[in-house]
């Protein structure tokens, strides 16, 4: 079959609602394509797939889509409703289904949406398997799918909730409790509006919850992991002791601390594997993380004896070296944590308890144990284009070169095109902050000068 990836991108597939790729009928057609796949020619038993959502409008749409696709090939459909993306790979898992859907946009605003797929063992689809079910979608089916007889049946499950808030809850070590704390808890208007607040109130601490109203048309508007501000407001506005912000589908997370200062996944990613180095839980002595994670984290690692192994973004690359490696550890700067011994996948909530593990047994300010290292100076910058893929162009390749060279050890370039929209984008660090300013202003000149562009640059930020 061919590999080309026609509809899935960096995960799953995601555009605006209502408009290709993201329309009912190639919905339809992702259900029966997979339904397909995995039901196969196994006629002898029935094949389940789990659908959970997160809160936008339009999941409703999808996921009457999805299932008319799935229930045509045969399989019997599980609904859970709105539901962590995290909650639905360990679901598929734990139900013995064959596969597993979220529909969900993440940190996008509401207008978009997407499908991600979890195999049985509840790690998301490779890219060779996403190939086989796309070529599959561009196919004729007909003579593939159920007969009359055989058609499926969809069915709304009750206590997903209940078994996700549970399952998270073990994570949490033995006799200890949050009771004393005050957090506020911030779910995006999400997915985890209803689990997050209960998980962490079921533990003993006391509740500020904002982000937990969701109208099917405000998932991440000004709140969340991608508007942290809202959030490091109100733990100063509340007094409380720690802040925590997830996004809208709950699988990253950032933190604040009792000053309303923002903290981020490298510096979560390093205390958390501080505090399992100490009492002999990381395996291998090794910690996954992306291209994009800060030097300055990779440096602090490795004055613990930890060595750090870099991917490509995303979180599904980096629970796959997690894999490969033997490591159970990993995470990305923007709040996706993984950790093999709890969870398939990043998950916020996971990530939150052991964070909170670690501030309860220090019984410190969070400003004092949550920034592990100093980070290296760094700046990012977007550039939506139009026309070819600019990193192909020869000049802007020499370029990227011969800057690399000149930062040697002391700080390093990354340029890498958006896998969801036309976007390069551009991330200079170094020691020093006026050669990251300088770094990144010639490599967008160049950039513009050798490539037909559209001249607005959709984020900048510094660190």
């Keep these: 079959m061919s590999t080309a990836r026609k509809y899935f ?11 290709h790729p993201m329309t009912i009928e190639i919905a339809q057609k992702l259900g029966q394509a997979a339904g397909v796949y995995f039901a196969g020619n196994n006629k002898a038993r029935k094949h389940r797939v789990l659908i959970g959502k997160d809160t936008r409008l339009s999941g409703y749409m999808i996921e009457t889509a999805l299932t008319a696709g799935f229930l045509s090939t045969g399989m019997e459909v599980t609904l859970v409703g709105p539901m962590p993306t995290p909650a639905i790979a360990m679901l598929t898992r734990s139900l013995r289904a064959d596969l597993g859907v979220m529909i969900s946009a993440s940190h996008n605003p509401y207008a978009d949406n997407g499908i991600k797929l979890f195999g049985p063992n509840g790690f998301k689809l490779s890219d060779a398997t996403e190939a086989e079910i796309e070529a599959l979608m561009q196919e004729d089916l007909t003579g593939k799918l159920a007969q009359p007889e055989s058609i499926g049946q969809a069915v709304r499950m009750g206590d997903a909730a209940g078994r996700y808030i549970e399952s998270v809850k073990s994570s949490f070590p033995r006799g200890l409790r949050l009771d004393g704390l005050k957090i506020v808890i911030d779910c995006a208007n999400g997915a985890a509006y209803k689990v997050a607040p209960t ?19 405000n998932i991440n508007k000004e709140c969340g992991s991608t508007f942290p501000q809202t959030l490091c407001k109100a733990v100063v506005e509340h007094k409380a002791h720690i802040g925590i912000a997830l996004d809208g589908d709950a699988d990253r997370i950032l933190v604040s601390d009792e000053k309303g200062q923002l903290i981020d996944g490298d510096q979560l990613l390093g205390l958390i ?26 440096r602090y690692l490795k004055t613990l004896g930890i060595k750090l192994v870099r991917t490509p973004v995303g979180d599904r690359y980096v629970s796959e070296t997690i894999r490969q490696i033997g490591t159970n550890l990993g995470g990305e700067q923007s709040g996706h944590i993984v950790m093999s011994d709890f969870a398939t996948t990043g998950d916020g909530l996971l990530a939150a308890l052991q964070i909170l593990a670690v501030v309860v047994r220090s019984k410190a300010p969070v400003s004092e144990i949550c920034n592990v290292f100093r980070p290296f100076p760094q700046k990012l910058h977007n550039i939506r284009f ?19 060279k000149n930062l040697g050890n002391k700080g390093r370039i990354l340029l890498r095109k958006s896998g969801t929209e036309p976007v ?32 607005q640059a959709v984020k900048t930020s510094a660190l």
């Design 424 to 455: 390069i984008r551009i991330m200079v660090e170094a020691e020093d902050r006026a050669l990251v300013e300088e770094s990144v202003q010639t490599m967008i000149e160049v950039i513009e000068q050798e490539i037909p562009t559209i001249h």
């Design 9 to 19: 991108g960096t995960d799953g597939v995601r555009g605006t609602a209502n408009i």
């Design 199 to 217: 998980a962490l109130w079921e533990l003993g601490a006391e509740i500020i919850k904002i982000g937990c109203d969701p109208n099917g048309t």
């Design 386 to 404: 139009s026309g070819s893929n600019p990193l192909e162009n020869p000049k802007v390749q020499a370029k990227a070169e011969e800057m690399s």
């Design 273 to 298: 594997a501080c505090f399992w180095k100490k009492r002999g839980q990381l395996a291998e002595d090794v910690v996954v993380a992306t291209v994009m994670s800060n030097m300055g984290l990779e």
